[in-house]
Each structure stands twice: as C-alpha cells, then as structure tokens.
C-alpha cells in the first residue's frame, strides 16, 4: 500500500498520550491513527447503506410528513400497547 506523508496538528497532551498508547500497543503513531480511521469509515459506510430488509421495504410505505422517527414509533408502541399520554 502507498502511504503519504500527512502533518496534523493536536493539543499537545493529547499528543503525548497517543505516543504513550501507541507505545503500549507496540505500534507506530502512524500506524494507530490509520486503523482508527479505517474502524470510523467502515461504521460510517455501514450506517450509510440500509441492510436488506429495509432496502426490500423502501417505498413500501408512506411516512406523514412533519413528525420525527421518535414520534412516529412513539405513536406506534402506544396504539400498540392502548396506552394513552
């Protein structure tokens, strides 16, 4: 893999921990901040594409306009449950 050479800036104790984990973990501070964003990227790919039962339900139903998710599933456990606020 090619690699390029990045300079960042952070607080200076912050720094000084990550040398000291880094260290600990017996790898580079490099090497550290790489997986971290692999690990960041992959959870944010995952929450950006909807598993396959959602994609096969997309369009499916049509959602009121105006109230959030929370609402909606607020709505939804009280009918089901016939408790009322």
Not at 63 to 71: E, F, I, N, Y
């Amino acid at each position: 893999m090619h690699t390029t050479k990045l300079t960042l800036s952070a607080d200076k104790d912050l720094i000084k921990e990550a040398k000291k984990l880094a260290d600990r973990e017996g790898t580079s501070l490099s090497s550290m901040f790489a997986r971290f964003l692999r690990a960041v990227l992959r959870e944010w790919r995952e929450k950006e594409q909807p598993g396959p039962v959602t994609s096969k339900a997309t369009g499916l139903v049509k959602l009121p306009a105006g109230k959030s998710d929370r609402q909606l599933l607020e709505e939804a456990l009280r009918e089901k449950c016939k408790v009322g606020r």
